[in-house]
């Protein structure tokens, strides 16, 4: 039985409708999370894992696949990017005091690089290069925030595309920067792609519906056994 404790309770609601009214966003997801999310907050209700990120987080059954590990959130909206993911994180993770965080996010950050290809712009190396290096501290901001929160977070790898276009290796490359962030905080990278492509790297394996990008059921059942065997060794503290 959960008892509401009158001042947490108004307390969340001031840090979270200020004017009485409106919500973080105008998205409905963000709406129907805030209410969530004051079922966790204000019952102060022990959370294992929140995971957090786009359209492929959305979709995934992260608490079934994860529920032995306690109780588990999925913070995941469709479409969105790094920047957008950072102004709801204190409220869709960081207020919800879990005991570890998973952040996959970063592929749609490459669409408005792939819109200008698409309208005849020649990209340069110089637009890889401050893409790469914003997303750098994109993911830096995220780190920060949670360590100072004192929630331990780890960061997933982007998934690989099966359009094969100039995406593919922009993709290798943010990840490269992921890791590259990880080893410099001390963050746990969670590499998917290796486990969603073939021997060479770059093709995607048969994991995804036709869209080249979202997986299906065996997609996550791979992404399930790379997480889970992460988690199983840093139980055992074993740390590679």
């Known amino acids: 039985m959960y008892t509401v404790n009158e001042r947490d309770f108004e ?20 709406e129907r ?20 990120g786009d359209s492929i987080t959305e979709a995934w059954e992260t608490g079934l696949y ?9 913070r995941g909206i469709g479409g ?28 749609n950050d490459t669409y408005p690089l792939y819109k200008r290809q698409e309208a005849g ?4 190396e110089e637009d890889y290069s ?21 929630t331990e977070i780890w960061l997933a790898s982007v998934l690989p595309l099966g359009t094969h276009d ?20 001390g963050a746990t990278y969670i590499d998917y792609h290796s486990a969603l492509t073939e021997s060479d790297g770059k093709t995607l394996k048969n994991v995804t519906f036709g869209d080249m990008l979202h ?15 992460v988690i199983e060794k840093k139980k055992r503290g074993v740390t590679r």
Do not use: W
């Open 11 to 30: 307390k969340f609601v001031a840090d979270n409708y200020p004017d009485g009214e409106t919500f973080l966003t105008h998205s409905e997801k963000r």
């Open 215 to 229: 997986p299906h059921v065996k997609g996550y059942n791979v992404m399930y056994g790379v997480l889970e065997s």
């Open 66 to 74: 994860f529920g032995r590990y306690g109780n588990i959130v999925n």
């Open 166 to 185: 100039f995406r593919t290796e922009l993709i290798l490359r943010l990840n490269e920067r992921i890791k590259a962030v990880c080893a410099r905080t």
């Open 121 to 124: 712009e020649t990209l340069t």
């Open 33 to 52: 999370f805030n209410r969530q999310n004051s079922q966790i907050v204000v019952n102060k209700i022990p959370v294992a894992i929140v995971f957090i």
């Open 130 to 150: 401050a893409f790469l290096t914003e997303k750098e501290g994109e993911y830096d901001k995220l780190i920060a925030m949670a360590r100072k929160n004192g």
């Open 80 to 107: 969105e990017r790094l920047s957008e993911l950072t102004v709801r994180f204190k409220a869709d993770c960081l207020d919800l005091k879990p005991s570890l965080c998973v952040l996959a996010s970063g592929i």
